[in-house]
T-cell receptor, first 113, second 109 residues
Framework: NAGVTQTPKFQVLKTGQSMTLQCAQD?????MYWYRQDPGMGLRLIYY???????DKGEVPNGYNVSRLNKREFSLRLESAAPSQTSVYFC????????????FGPGTRLLVL | RKEVEQDPGPFNVPEGATVAFNCTYS??????FFWYRQDCRKEPKLLMS???SGNEDGRFTAQLNRASQYISLLIRDSKLSDSATYLC??????????FGRGTSLIVHP
């Protein structure tokens, strides 16, 4: 049981390059989220998927797209990376039930030059 | 104004001290509350859930005050290993978790 996995762990991009961050979970959770964490800003929601086949914007969606490929996988794509997207990205899963909690992936550290 | 507010600290306390953090939330529809611990350059990990009746886990006690819309975390007999950032989380009716920016705790010898 791997929990929540993310790839890659680290990435350096040049401005304008594209990349996809991958997230997979084996906990059979319905909801999945992508957050970014920046110093002084805390964790901010980029996009989320309440269930397979649905996605919605969060607080800071500009410059990102997502795909909920199936129940297990939720990817985040940067089409044209900008230095402002330098951050640590966390994939989080959680059953949409107030008695359950959220589980974090290990994070992807992205540097855009 | 962020939906979940925390004092960023740092709280600098000696070993053995008792320290308390508060966290306020603005969404009165919030139903689920949690405290997470985050070590430097690591992902947040669940410390404890916060129930209406309050809950205790060893040296840690969490309380919820719905009337004033805040949750608290009390750490007794602080250890060096308690040094970390503590994040509070509130989830509303849509169960989208909103995180506070975190409170930094430094426990020194």
């Amino acid at each position: 049981n791997a929990g929540v996995t993310q790839t890659p762990k680290f990435q350096v991009l040049k401005t304008g390059q594209s990349m996809t961050l991958q997230c997979a979970q084996d906990m059979n959770h319905n909801s999945m989220y992508w957050y970014r964490q920046d110093p002084g800003m805390g964790l901010r929601l980029i996009y989320y998927s309440a269930s397979e086949g649905t996605t919605d914007k969060g607080e800071v969606p500009n410059g990102y797209n997502v795909s909920r490929l199936n129940k297990r996988e939720f990817s985040l794509r940067l089409e044209s990376a900008a230095p402002s997207q330098t951050s640590v990205y966390f994939c989080v899963t959680g059953v949409r039930d107030p008695r359950e909690t959220q589980y974090f992936g290990p994070g992807t550290r992205l540097l855009v030059l | 104004r962020k939906e979940v507010e925390q004092d960023p600290g740092p709280f600098n306390v000696p070993e053995g001290a008792t320290v308390a953090f508060n966290c306020t939330y603005s969404n009165s529809a919030s139903q689920s509350f949690f405290w997470y611990r985050q070590d430097c350059r690591k992902e947040p990990k669940l410390l404890m859930s916060v129930y209406s009746s309050g809950n205790e886990d060893g040296r840690f006690t969490a309380q919820l005050n719905r009337a004033s819309q805040y949750i608290s975390l009390l750490i007794r007999d602080s250890k060096l290993s308690d040094s970390a950032t503590y994040l509070c989380v509130a989830a509303g009716g849509s169960y989208i978790p909103t995180f506070g920016r975190g409170t930094s705790l430094i426990v020194h010898p």
